[in-house]
């Protein structure tokens, strides 16, 4: 069995590739508990304000006027910072307000013949307005999101939505969600030739 392990290894690290679709960072965990719930959440919320970042659906009026901050410092230097909000407009009903900003930090530049041109910087950053609605049982959801890229005079953006729902049992300790994120399009890619894959995903927990 562990030569079968290291005969199929190469083919297990595409991870190695830095991810296959555009905007990857949307995947990244933005808070504490979602990391230590493994990096995805979809139905578990308690109060959380930052829960509706992972799922539209679990913005409550619970956690109206609750505000959060993180920060998570990768290697190298690289930095995951995020915000959230939520605020209950009664009239208008509850929306949450959040942001993600990825900083890469600075690396020297050259030219062709290896010349120094001083030094660029690299971001990615996620502005995102939610709203939910809770149906008996059900709770529905989603957020719109404007997102960016930048590396050096370089950058992309696009918009994208996230749609979720959950199903809480009125008796027992259970809920189920379902959650389609980061539908959306490009509103500008990095150079005319750059290819676009939305970072699509899918969840059901």
């Not at 120094?116 to 149906?135: E, M, Q, V």
């Not at 930048?150 to 996230?162: E, T």
Request: with cysteine.
């Amino acid at each position: 069995s562990l030569l079968c392990v290291l005969l199929f290894s190469p083919l297990l690290t595409f991870g190695q590739l830095g991810g296959e679709d555009s905007f990857e960072f949307l995947k990244l965990a933005t808070n504490a508990r979602t990391v230590g719930l493994g990096g995805v959440n979809v139905s578990s919320g308690n109060a959380d304000v930052n829960m509706f970042t992972a799922n539209p659906a679990l913005l409550t009026d619970k956690t109206d006027r609750f505000f959060s901050f993180a920060y998570h410092s990768y290697y190298a230097g690289i930095g995951n910072s995020s915000l959230a909000y939520v605020h209950d407009f009664e009239k208008y009903g509850t929306w949450g307000f959040s942001m993600q900003y990825l900083n890469y930090g600075k690396f020297d530049s050259f030219d062709a013949s290896g010349n120094s041109l001083g030094d660029f910087s690299a971001s990615d950053y996620a502005f995102a307005i939610t709203h939910s609605k809770k149906l008996g049982v059900y709770t529905l959801g989603m957020t719109a999101k404007f997102v960016g890229s930048s590396i050096g005079s370089y950058s992309a953006s696009g918009i994208f939505f996230d749609i979720g729902g959950t199903f809480k049992h009125p008796t027992k300790d259970f809920t189920a969600a379902l959650v389609f994120k980061n539908l959306g399009f490009s509103l500008g890619n990095f150079t005319p030739n750059s290819e676009f894959n939305m970072p699509f995903d899918l969840t059901l927990g």
